[in-house]
């Protein structure tokens, strides 16, 4: 089993930048695809970016492509997501998730989950 804390989140401007990070211990982290999703006030979680084990490859909802970043650290444990020109609807809480392949990730299927952190975006 893998824990996993996300960080990062708090009260951003219209157009500014977040960078969110997911610390994860446990069982081996590099073993892990990681991803993050978001949930809006009365919303679905909904899929945001999935990176491989390695990092070598990454996915993104049409909703933050081109604007956001998804990384990992191995020798941190740590998993990150950048996000550039924020407006309000990316205000949601981000969960990071892990599992053994990204299609998994994507799935939503066989994931560990974070306790999420709140992101708000201010106008």
């Known amino acids: 089993q893998v824990q996993l804390v996300e960080s990062g989140g708090g009260l951003v401007q219209v157009g500014g930048s977040l960078r969110l990070s997911c610390a994860a211990s446990g069982r081996t982290f590099r073993g892990y695809a990681m991803g993050w999703f978001r949930q809006a006030p009365g919303k679905e979680r909904e899929f945001v970016a999935a990176?491989?084990?390695?990092?070598?490859?990454?996915s993104y909802a049409d909703s933050v492509k081109g604007r956001g970043t998804s990384s990992r650290d191995n020798t941190k444990n740590t998993m990150y997501l950048q996000i550039n020109s924020l407006t309000p609807a990316n205000t949601a809480v981000y969960y990071c998730a892990a599992s053994s392949s990204t299609a998994l990730i994507r799935s939503m299927r066989e994931v560990y989950w974070g306790q999420g952190t709140q992101v708000t975006v201010s106008s």
């Open positions: 990176i491989s084990w390695s990092g070598g490859t990454t």
